[in-house]
């Protein structure tokens, strides 16, 4: 039997974070690009919250509950996040997909590069380990002097990786390339803020830190 949520969720603490939460908007990605719409609209009409090629940190298949994430390393919020969501991902674990997309926000200057080697390590099947590790040493880098890329350069080593193949695929400009896409895609679907959440292609506003996880529950007994 699952465990009750918000519960386990207070007993970690983590109801406090509402008071810390604030939304980041996006501002434009250069002078040529329009600023996505300040209103998160989360229109599942114009696409899916889900591309072909996402980043699933737990995949059931495809009859599952599928929550995505669109975030940004660097960004303090998700951040905050971070706990809430592995807390919620270790009482649906085995019920839910969770997919997480990259939305790094231009206005912090290390959030691509932290992008770029996550995606590195996706290519050798480590997208999960680089995960946790951008979020547990967030603190250490974020907010830093950029580039920060050597700081992620031993991540990669932490976690094991092909160095030569990570330091290939930081340099190949298809590695940016994928991680803008997501990005593309999250302005589509109205995303201006960082993190946002989908469940089931419905966007979840999380003005309250309980509308995630009763979302993800009624979906779930849905």
């Known amino acids: 039997m699952k465990k009750a949520l918000l519960p386990t969720f207070a007993a970690l603490g983590i109801l406090a974070l509402v008071a810390a939460f604030v939304f980041v908007y996006v501002t434009a990605k250069n002078a040529d690009t329009e600023t996505a719409s300040t209103t998160t609209s989360g229109s599942s009409e114009l696409a899916s919250a889900v591309a072909s090629d996402s980043n699933y940190v737990d995949n059931v298949g495809s009859d599952a509950v599928t929550i995505v994430e669109f975030l940004d390393f660097e960004c303090g919020a998700c951040g905050q996040f971070y706990p809430y969501v592995e807390a919620m991902r270790e009482v649906y674990d085995g019920d839910i997909n969770y997919v997480v997309r990259y939305f ?119």
């Open 104 to 222: 790094p926000l231009p206005s912090h200057l290390n959030s691509m590069d932290a992008a770029i080697a996550a995606e590195a390590a996706a290519q050798q099947g480590e997208f999960e380990a680089m995960y946790h590790r951008l979020f547990e040493t967030q603190g250490d880098w974020a907010g830093g002097t950029p580039p920060q890329t050597d700081v992620f350069r031993a991540l990669a080593e932490e976690i094991g990786l092909d160095m030569d193949a990570y330091d290939a695929a930081v340099a190949e400009p298809a590695t940016q390339a994928r991680v803008e896409a997501d990005f593309d895609a999250g302005v589509e679907l109205g995303v201006n803020s960082t993190p946002t959440f989908f469940v089931d292609d419905e966007y979840i506003e999380t003005s309250r830190l309980e509308n995630l996880p009763e979302a993800v529950d009624a979906a779930v007994k849905g």
